[in-house]
């Protein structure tokens, strides 16, 4: 066995770069990289986070081996792990994916709706060249996907990549919302041995244990039913996160067997969402002029004082350890439960075989071996057929260039249901994402 690692970021020049670099300092006892380098297409855009690694790296990770590149062959050369984080068209096409829709009176938003779909369709075709391109110069690397939408696209790579079975894609939404419950217990969530089932941003908590093998889930909703609901790092979070995790406590009051992740919201009140979202500045914009604003603006000042030491870098700790706890888990063969995105195959008794599914699952060096869930109830056995259906056809659309599939997979789509609407919505969105998107027969 390794002791100590190469790792790649492809999208080095994303707004989490810093806050995952941030992580690995920290957790470098857990997970010793030796040599690490970032890919971005944007050579500017990533050269300033660059520099700011450069930094920290030299302050807080002696020895580790560091460069950033638009090269592949350096990128992808003698890696062992790949994390991705990329965002096809940057975020004036997610401005795009979250006003068109909302111009039209639906749900806008990045991986939810129309939005989502229109986002998929453009990640796609690069998430499929990045893993060619990994895997031409190493191919035993392991794969973990952060790449949003993440469950179009690992279905797409389920598809491509059958036989490749190091590919994991992976969402830290019920990271974040584990350590939001501790938050609320005023207990460690590192301790939680959580149950969960769904898709990607489509999923219920219906167990949270705790290491004694007791049940927190209960006692849990009575306190969000109670007082609401807030994230870990609230102080840090703006406004409209904020309100989506207060509306966990509108979901647990209507629908109370579960917790539910809080994407959830788009599916169970669309209407009432687009009601209260502003169709002229959306979280593109407030992210635009705020988290991208404030993460380079940092990174700037740090590359150029020379010491990161009084370093005021927003970032969300979930996402960042998160990723590095499941490429520690691999690595050691550590064997720690985490939710992860997998295919299905029989792990929800009553939901199809080929389905990728968020779920629980025992990290091991071989990979992912899921818990089983067994049956599900109707009530959400409906939701997630639908929404799986709308997965696969979007899917679909991608791959055969099709115009009915892509109108079939949004009439399916619970934040849209009208066929007239969801034609109204693709013949925008088609213009929106044109030279993103396959030709459309
Ligand atoms: P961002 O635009 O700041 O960063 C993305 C970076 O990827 C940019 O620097 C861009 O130049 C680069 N890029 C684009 N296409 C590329 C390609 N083909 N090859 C290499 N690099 C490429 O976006 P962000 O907000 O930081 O988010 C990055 C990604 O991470 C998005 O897909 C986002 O949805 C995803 N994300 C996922 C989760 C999750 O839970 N799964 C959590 C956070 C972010
Ligand atoms: C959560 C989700 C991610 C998503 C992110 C959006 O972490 O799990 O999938 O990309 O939120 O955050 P943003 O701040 O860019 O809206
Ligand atoms: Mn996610």
Not at 41 to 60: C, P, T
Not at 126 to 143: F, G, L, Q, T
Not at 261 to 266: D, E, R, V, W
Request: charged share 25%.
């Amino acid at each position: 066995m390794k002791n100590s690692f190469n790792v790649t970021i492809v999208g080095g020049g994303s707004t989490w770069t810093p806050g995952l670099l941030m992580s690995m300092c920290k957790m470098k006892d857990r997970f010793p990289i030796k040599k690490l380098v970032m890919y971005d297409i944007v050579e500017q855009r990533q050269a300033v986070i660059g520099e700011f690694a450069k930094v920290l790296l030299k302050e807080e990770y002696p020895g580790l081996e560091f460069s950033y590149t638009t090269n592949k062959e350096e990128a992808y050369k003698d890696v062992d792990f790949v994390f991705m984080q990329i965002r096809t068209g940057g975020y004036k096409m997610r401005e795009q994916d979250e006003k068109v829709p909302l111009s039209l009176g639906v749900i806008g938003q990045e991986t939810c709706g129309a939005g989502g779909f229109a986002y998929g369709l453009r990640s796609i075709r690069d998430m499929i060249e990045i893993v060619n391109d990994v895997r031409k110069h190493s191919k035993d690397a392991w794969i973990l996907n952060y790449t949003n939408p993440a469950a179009i696209v690992a279905e797409a790579l389920r598809r491509v990549f059958p036989e490749d079975k190091k590919i994991l894609n992976i969402c830290d939404q019920p990271v974040n919302l584990l350590r939001s419950y501790g938050r609320v217990l005023g207990m460690d969530s590192s301790k939680f041995e959580p149950v969960y089932f769904g898709l990607n941003h489509f999923g219920w908590f219906t167990n949270l244990y705790d290491d004694e093998g007791k049940d927190l889930l209960p006692k849990l909703k009575e306190v969000i039913n109670e007082r609401g609901f807030i994230p870990v790092d609230a102080e840090q979070r703006d406004k409209s996160w904020l309100d989506t995790y207060a509306m966990v406590q509108d979901m647990v009051k209507d629908f109370p067997d579960y917790l539910p992740n809080t994407y959830l919201q788009y599916y169970y009140y669309p209407d009432y969402k687009v009601a209260h979202l502003n169709p002229n500045y959306t979280r593109a914009n407030e992210v635009m002029d705020g988290r991208e604003k404030r993460v380079f603006d940092e990174c700037r000042r740090v590359a150029e004082a020379g010491s990161a030491k009084d370093c005021h870098m927003v970032h969300n700790d979930a996402h960042g350890e998160f990723i590095v706890e499941v490429a520690e888990s691999i690595a050691f063969n550590k064997g720690r439960i985490y939710i992860v995105i997998v295919e299905n195959n029989g792990i929800i008794s009553n939901i199809q075989d080929d389905a990728m599914v968020e779920v629980a699952a025992v990290l091991t060096s071989n990979g992912p071996r899921p818990l089983a869930v067994g049956t599900i109830g109707t009530f959400y056995k409906g939701l997630m057929e639908s929404q799986l259906a709308y997965e696969k056809l979007a899917v679909d659309a991608y791959f055969e260039g099709s115009y009915e599939k892509a109108l079939q997979a949004l009439t399916l789509n619970r934040t849209i249901v009208s066929a007239k609407k969801a034609r109204e919505v693709l013949d925008a969105l088609i213009e929106a994402n044109k030279g993103y998107w396959p030709e459309f027969k």
